[in-house]
T-cell receptor
Framework: EPEVTQTPSHQVTQMGQEVILRCVPI?????FYWYRQILGQKVEFLVS????????KSEIFDDQFSVERPDGSNFTLKIRSTKLEDSAMYFC???????????FGPGTRLLVL | GNSVTQMEGPVTLSEEAFLTINCTYT??????LFWYVQYPGEGLQLLLK?????DKGSNKGFEATYRKETTSFHLEKGSVQVSDSAVYFC?????????????FGAGTQVVVTP
C-alpha cells in the first residue's frame, strides 16, 4: 500500500539554524499539508499546498517558514532561522482531492537547542 | 471559528471493557468528521470518518455517529484490547471554507491493561 514518507525521522539543530524537512507524498496525490504537534499539545495545521502554490496557511506559518515542491515527488518544509519553540513533531500529509482522506507520514521530530 | 473538544485523558481500562471517548465540535459550515489514532512512536492513522449527519463511521470494532443535533462524534468500542492503547484524535474538516485542512482536538490517551 502506498504511504507518505518523511525524512529525517529525528533532527537536532541549534537555535538560529535553517532546517529542511522532507516529505514524499503518495504519487497520485494533488494536495499537500504540513502539521505540527508540540509535545503534549494538539496537532496544529501549518499550511496547505496545491498546484505549486500555498492555498492556505495558519498564523503559525510566518515568514520563517516556506514550502516547496522542488520536483515531482518531494514536498519540503523549510524553517529559515529556528527558534526553541519550533521544537515539535512535524507531520506531512497528502490527499488526492480536497475532500478526500488525508494520509499522514510518520513525522519528523525536530529539537531546537 | 471551528473547533473540536474531546475528553481529557488518560483513560485507563481493562481488556474487554467498553470504551467511549466524547468529542464535540463547533463549525460554521457542514464539516466532515474524523477519528485518527496515534500508536506509540508512530504517525497519525485514519481510524474512521463520517461526512454528513447521521452517518456512522466504523473500523476495527470502533464506531462513531455524526450527530448534528448535538454536534457530537463520540468514539465507541465494545471490547478493547491491549493493542488499542494509543492516543485518539477527533478532527474536523470544513470543506466549505478551507482547502481541506484538518482541525484536531487535544487527543485522548487510552491505556488498556491486561
Amino acid at each position: 500500500e502506498p504511504e507518505v514518507t518523511q525524512t529525517p525521522s529525528h533532527q537536532v539543530t541549534q537555535m538560529g539554524q535553517e532546517v529542511i524537512l522532507r516529505c514524499v507524498p503518495i504519487s497520485n496525490h494533488l494536495y499537500f499539508y504540513w502539521y505540527r504537534q508540540i509535545l503534549g499539545q494538539k496537532v496544529e495545521f501549518l499550511v496547505s499546498f496545491y498546484n505549486n502554490e500555498i492555498s492556505e496557511k495558519s498564523e503559525i506559518f510566518d515568514d520563517q517558514f516556506s514550502v516547496e515542491r522542488p520536483d515531482g515527488s518531494n514536498f519540503t518544509l523549510k524553517i529559515r532561522s529556528t527558534k526553541l519553540e519550533d521544537s515539535a513533531m512535524y507531520f506531512c500529509a497528502s490527499t488526492p482531492g480536497r475532500e478526500e482522506t488525508q494520509y499522514f507520514g510518520p513525522g519528523t521530530r525536530l529539537l531546537v537547542l | 471559528g471551528n473547533s473540536v473538544t474531546q475528553m481529557e485523558g488518560p483513560v485507563t481500562l481493562s481488556e474487554e471493557a467498553f470504551l467511549t471517548i466524547n468529542c464535540t465540535y463547533t463549525a460554521t459550515g457542514y464539516p466532515s468528521l474524523f477519528w485518527y489514532v496515534q500508536y506509540p512512536g508512530e504517525g497519525l492513522q485514519l481510524l474512521l470518518k463520517a461526512t454528513k449527519a447521521d452517518d456512522k463511521g466504523s473500523n476495527k470494532g470502533f464506531e462513531a455517529t455524526y450527530r448534528k443535533e448535538t454536534t457530537s462524534f463520540h468514539l465507541e468500542k465494545g471490547s478493547v484490547q491491549v493493542s488499542d492503547s494509543a492516543v485518539y484524535f477527533c478532527a474536523l474538516s470544513d470543506q466549505g471554507d478551507s482547502w481541506g485542512k484538518l482541525q484536531f482536538g487535544a487527543g485522548t490517551q487510552v491505556v488498556v491493561t491486561p
